[in-house]
Each structure stands twice: as C-alpha cells, then as structure tokens.
C-alpha cells in the first residue's frame, strides 16, 4: 500500500513541476515592451545601425535569455529601397515566440524568406554578446524581429 502512495505522490510532484515549468517557460519570463521608445534599427550596407520608419510596434522581452525578443511592426518602405540600402541577413532563422504572442509566427516568416516574399536585413550586430538582432520586412510591409544566436556563438 506504502508503494502506491508513494508512487501516487511522484506523479503529482511531477505533474505539478511540469505545470510549473511550462507556466516560467510561456509566461512568467516574458513581459510587453513599452513600445512608445522602441525603435527598429537596419545596419546600413556600410555603417552603423540607423532607425527605420515603423508604425505599430508591438514587443515583447524577456531578462532571463538575449533571445527571447520578438517584434511586429508594419513600415511603408519598399523591400527594393531596403535592399539597396541596408545590409542583408542571409542566415536568418525566425524563433517560436510564445502562442499568445499571436502577430509573431516564426513558421510563417520561415516559409516566406524561402520563398522569397520576405527579406531579412541585420538590424544590429552583437546586439547582446554573440546574438543579432534580426529583421524580416514582408512586401506589402509587415515586419518582424527577433534576435538570433550569431555565427561566434555557434563555434
């Protein structure tokens, strides 16, 4: 009898972390950010970061990790304006944000820069030690950010 009560036990301790876990993981970390002083940044081609024209900035962030920022915003800039004149970001790799972010969707963005109907441009370099800070422009003008783990970290 003492062993199933026992075992009883462990299994409500662990659903309990899990639920524990996944609750810090989804929600607890992450907070909105006070987009009235965010601005998004593009590195010019051959110089330093610079702020774009965008409306709409809707933010999230986290301290707990550099690379749990992600953003939405809508721009009137062209992606062939864009292309002439801010720095390329071919490696990008949009990253899941949390299901209740809901204007941020990394699969959709992911499938977009393949296919070609969006650009990711750097927005800054070492943004946080070893992480970029990334954008990705749509052609009808929605944008996305996020930063992602550069290739100083991945050696």
Not at 4 to 28: E, F, P, R, T
Request: aromatic fraction near 12%.
């Amino acid at each position: 009898m003492s062993g199933k009560i026992i075992a009883g036990g462990i299994v409500v301790l662990s659903i309990i972390a899990g639920i524990a876990i996944y609750y810090l993981q989804v929600y607890h970390y992450y907070e909105e950010v006070d987009a009235s002083g965010e601005q998004v940044m593009l590195t010019l081609l051959y110089g330093a970061p610079e702020p774009i024209l965008a409306e709409g900035i809707e933010a999230i962030d986290a301290t707990s990790s550099p690379i749990r920022y992600r953003a939405c915003f809508t721009t009137p800039m062209s992606q062939a304006m864009l292309t002439e004149t801010y720095e390329p970001y071919p490696q990008a790799e949009p990253l899941n944000a949390p299901h209740w972010f809901d204007c941020f969707d990394s699969q959709e963005i992911g499938l977009a820069l393949e296919q070609g109907e969006a650009l990711a441009f750097l927005g800054e370099r070492n943004f946080a030690h070893g992480v970029d800070r990334v954008v990705a422009i749509f052609g009808d003008g929605r944008g996305y950010v996020w930063h992602q783990v550069n290739e100083e970290m991945k050696k």
